[in-house]
Every structure is written in structure tokens, then in C-alpha cells.
């Protein structure tokens, strides 16, 4: 077998429902030597068993001995990954057939890019079309990348392809579970490393009532999330004694956070 390029690390808990299709999209890339890593974090219900229905020689299953969450997942199959190029998946997404052709591409042909992502569509638990995000579509050079950064993200996890070599320095961090891939970004942007972006969908992004997205932002206010994961990011920051205009343009965003936080808990108590 062609030894693989490209990492595709899926983490899977409890996703059996959309998980058969998104596998399918990876094992039918028009880029074929990749290595699919399928991570079962500690999952109850039908996934292990459609994992282990394939026979795809690509295809590496992992299992935690139990579910240890998101980052820990992550943070192992990065370490796991036999190659210097790793694209993140979910288990409920889909990709473009020629995704992972053509972030290899580009990350080959920009050697200074730490990370590239993509476009995304919108798709709910039955395919249907979803729309489409709009600050994923008005951000794609690495300027405005790291100039809206220090306000909010703008790139899908999910989408990305990221260097080894640099994010294994990094990995995610426990506490900023649920927004760990904006922290992430944060540090990275913050240390002069580049994030860029294709401006072409390559991933079809499922929200439905069981995505970690829409529990989110159910469940607590999301400017206070925006504001703890910015706190905790520059208090980091300062301790290392590192604070530069993005660390400022990132403080100015993070009291705004906190502002408007304050105001919509202030607007709910007033409905209710």
C-alpha cells in the first residue's frame, strides 16, 4: 500500500447516526493516499461496530478505554498521526470530494501556512441545504483571518488541514473545552504563525439538535464564552510577558464580549 500524505483524525462519540456518511466522504477523496484515524471516544451506541464493518486498508481505528472528551481525543490523534499533514473531521460532516487534494496542494505550495481551511455549506440531519456562514465567506487571506480573529472566529474546525510539525507544539488545551479550536488559533495567530483560506466549500457542515454547536449555544450565553476563552488566552499571554497589538485588539474585543453578554442575560431576565 502507497504510504499515506495526509492524517484525517475523526474523533466519534455517540455519532453513529450521520458517522457512515461522513467516513464515505473521506474514503472517497479524489486524493487517495491519506490514512483515515477514527477515534471512538468511549462511545454507547452503534459506532464501533460500523467502524469496524469497514475493511478500507486506510482506515486506523483507535478506541479510548473510556470517553475522555474532545480535546484529550485530539490531542491523541495528532501524536498518532503518521504524517506531517493533518486534516480535522467530524463524525456528522461531509467532505468535498476533492478537499484533501487540494488543501495538500495548497500547503505545498505555501510553505509558511501553519493551517489552511475552507468554505463551508450548511446541511441538516436530512441534507438539506443550510445556508451558508457569513463570516467564513468575507475571510479569507490571512490578514483579514488574524484582523477578525481578535474579534471572533471565522474558520470551521472542521475544515481544516493543519502542519504536524506546528500544531504538536501547541495541541489543544483542556480548558477551553467546547472552544478550543479558537484558542488554538489565538496562540497560533498570536506567535506569527499563518492561517489562510481556500475561498472554494469544502465541507458540508451538519447542525442538527444533537451537534456539540447548537447544545452550545443553547446552554450558555455566547458572549460570555467568547469573553472566558479571550480572558483565559491573554492572561496566558501575559504571564509569558508577550502582549502585542493583536493581544490589544483582542482585549478591546473580549470587554465588548462582556458587554454584550451582560446585556442579553439582562434581556432574558427581563422576558422571563
Same mark, same amino acid.
Given at each position: 500500500?502507497q504510504?499515506?500524505?495526509?492524517?484525517?483524525?475523526?474523533?466519534?462519540?455517540?455519532?453513529?447516526?450521520?458517522?457512515?456518511p461522513?467516513?464515505?466522504?473521506?474514503l472517497?477523496?479524489?486524493?487517495?493516499?491519506?490514512?483515515?484515524?477514527?477515534?471512538?471516544?468511549?462511545?454507547?451506541?452503534?459506532?464501533?461496530?460500523?467502524?469496524?464493518?469497514?475493511?478500507?486498508?486506510?482506515?486506523r481505528?483507535?478506541?479510548?478505554?473510556?470517553?475522555?472528551?474532545?480535546?484529550?481525543?485530539?490531542?491523541?490523534?495528532?501524536?498518532?498521526?503518521?504524517?506531517?499533514l493533518?486534516?480535522?473531521?467530524?463524525?456528522?460532516?461531509?467532505?468535498?470530494?476533492?478537499?484533501?487534494? #487540494?488543501? #495538500?496542494? !495548497?500547503?505545498?505550495?505555501?510553505?509558511?501556512?501553519?493551517?489552511v481551511?475552507?468554505?463551508?455549506?450548511?446541511?441538516?440531519?436530512?441534507?438539506?441545504?443550510?445556508?451558508?456562514?457569513?463570516?467564513?465567506?468575507?475571510?479569507?487571506?490571512? #490578514?483579514?483571518?488574524?484582523?477578525?480573529?481578535?474579534?471572533?472566529?471565522?474558520?470551521?474546525?472542521?475544515?481544516?488541514?493543519?502542519? #504536524?510539525?506546528?500544531?504538536?507544539?501547541?495541541?489543544?488545551?483542556?480548558?477551553?473545552?467546547?472552544?478550543?479550536?479558537?484558542?488554538l488559533?489565538?496562540?497560533?495567530?498570536?506567535?506569527?504563525?499563518?492561517?489562510?483560506?481556500?475561498?472554494?466549500?469544502?465541507?458540508?457542515?451538519?447542525?442538527?439538535?444533537?451537534?456539540?454547536?447548537?447544545?452550545?449555544?443553547?446552554?450558555?450565553?455566547?458572549?460570555?464564552?467568547?469573553?472566558?476563552?479571550?480572558?483565559?488566552?491573554?492572561?496566558?499571554?501575559?504571564?509569558?510577558?508577550? !502582549?502585542?497589538?493583536?493581544?490589544?485588539?483582542? !482585549?478591546?474585543s473580549?470587554?465588548?464580549?462582556?458587554?454584550?453578554?451582560?446585556?442579553?442575560?439582562?434581556?432574558?431576565?427581563?422576558?422571563?
Amino acid at each position: 500500500m502507497q504510504s499515506p500524505s495526509v492524517s484525517v483524525i475523526i474523533p466519534v462519540f455517540n455519532g453513529a447516526d450521520f458517522l457512515q456518511p461522513a467516513i464515505d466522504s473521506v474514503l472517497q477523496q479524489t486524493l487517495t493516499d491519506f490514512e483515515l484515524l477514527i477515534i471512538n471516544d468511549g462511545s454507547t451506541d452503534e459506532s464501533e461496530q460500523l467502524i469496524l464493518s469497514y475493511t478500507d486498508a486506510r482506515i486506523r481505528y483507535i478506541s479510548n478505554e473510556s470517553n475522555k472528551g474532545l480535546v484529550y481525543t485530539l490531542n491523541k490523534g495528532i501524536e498518532l498521526c503518521a504524517t506531517g499533514l493533518i486534516a480535522r473531521m467530524d463524525s456528522d460532516d461531509i467532505c468535498l470530494p476533492e478537499r484533501l487534494a #487540494k488543501q #495538500k496542494a !495548497f500547503l505545498q505550495s505555501h510553505t509558511q501556512t501553519a493551517v489552511v481551511a475552507g468554505f463551508i455549506d450548511f446541511i441538516d440531519e436530512h441534507n438539506k441545504p443550510g445556508g451558508s456562514w457569513n463570516t467564513d465567506r468575507e475571510t479569507i487571506s490571512a #490578514k483579514e483571518i488574524k484582523r477578525k480573529m481578535a474579534k471572533e472566529n471565522c474558520i470551521a474546525h472542521p475544515s481544516v488541514m493543519m502542519r #504536524k510539525d506546528i500544531i504538536q507544539q501547541y495541541l489543544y488545551k483542556e480548558n477551553q473545552k467546547n472552544i478550543e479550536d479558537y484558542d488554538l488559533w489565538l496562540r497560533l495567530l498570536s506567535d506569527g504563525h499563518t492561517i489562510e483560506k481556500i475561498p472554494e466549500v469544502l465541507l458540508q457542515y451538519r447542525l442538527h439538535s444533537q451537534s456539540v454547536t447548537k447544545k452550545i449555544l443553547q446552554k450558555r450565553n455566547p458572549f460570555f464564552k467568547q469573553f472566558d476563552c479571550k480572558r483565559r488566552f491573554l492572561r496566558a499571554r501575559i504571564a509569558e510577558s508577550r !502582549f502585542g497589538i493583536f493581544e490589544w485588539r483582542t !482585549f478591546v474585543s473580549m470587554i465588548g464580549n462582556l458587554l454584550m453578554g451582560l446585556a442579553k442575560a439582562i434581556k432574558q431576565k427581563i422576558v422571563s
